[in-house]
């Protein structure tokens, strides 16, 4: 179960497109990328935030529980030194502590099949974040949802203030919730999505 999202990769190579997100663009205007930068991309899809990272010289770990998904995004930007692709489950995956500049989880956590599971896996990627590195978190939330393009995908939806309760201790440097309008290639079918858009820095306990 990953949302449905594998007909779209099998259907097109650049399902996502080739652009980073609106929301790694942000983060990139406030903070400088260099060798030394690691990112953890988790539930990568194609790799277009990871790919782009790396290009300005971050370490990116990039991964995707489908398998497809990783093959477009070995096909669409091989993997080189500086930028790894891995199958693998946000839910099962343990990472070192403060491993981390920066964690995306860019459209992952509505995957997942409960608030349970979201939590954990929320937990364990700000544990992976090092003190003053930063969190990207894109994600559906409960206030309006039109899944007529994703037949059969009962996404988990919290609140948008219940992702804020969930990093209450870190320093929110920017918070919305917003619609977003997206027609995805392989259906053709205009949509809309409340989403939550975060990007917060890990404070001192
Ligand atoms: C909305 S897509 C976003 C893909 C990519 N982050 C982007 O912004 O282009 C969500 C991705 O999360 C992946 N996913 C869902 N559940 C997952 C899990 N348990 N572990 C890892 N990835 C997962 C899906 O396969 C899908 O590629």
């Known amino acids: 179960m990953n949302g449905g999202y594998d007909d779209g990769y099998r259907a097109c190579p ?3 497109g080739t652009q980073p997100g609106s929301l790694v663009e942000r983060w990139l205007g406030h903070h400088p990328v260099s060798k030394e930068t690691r990112v953890l991309d988790a539930g990568c899809g194609e790799g277009k935030n990871a790919a782009f990272l790396s290009t300005l010289g971050a370490q990116v770990d ?3 529980l489908s398998a497809a998904a990783i093959a477009n995004a070995r096909q669409a930007w091989p993997p080189r030194p500086g930028l790894t692709y891995a ?9 070192s502590p403060g491993n981390y500049d920066l964690v ?3 459209g992952l956590l509505h995957c997942l099949a409960s608030p349970g599971e979201i939590e954990d896996v929320i937990a364990r990627l700000q544990r992976a974040t090092r003190l003053h590195g930063h969190a990207i978190v894109c994600v559906f939330n409960d206030r309006v949802q ?3 393009a994703h037949p ?3 996404p988990t939806l919290m609140s948008h203030a219940w992702y804020l309760d969930h990093f209450a201790s870190w320093t929110l440097e920017s918070a919305t919730d917003q619609d977003l309008w997206e027609t ?4 053709n079918i205009r949509h809309c999505h409340s989403m939550t858009r975060l990007i917060a820095r890990k404070a001192a306990p």
Not at 87 to 95: E, M, T
């Open 87 to 95: 199958v693998a489950d946000a839910r099962h995956h343990a990472w």
């Open 62 to 64: 990039a991964f995707d």
């Open 184 to 187: 995805h290639p392989h259906n």
């Open 14 to 16: 650049c399902f996502w």
């Open 104 to 106: 995306i989880a860019y």
């Open 146 to 148: 039109d899944l007529a």
């Open 152 to 154: 059969g995908f009962a």
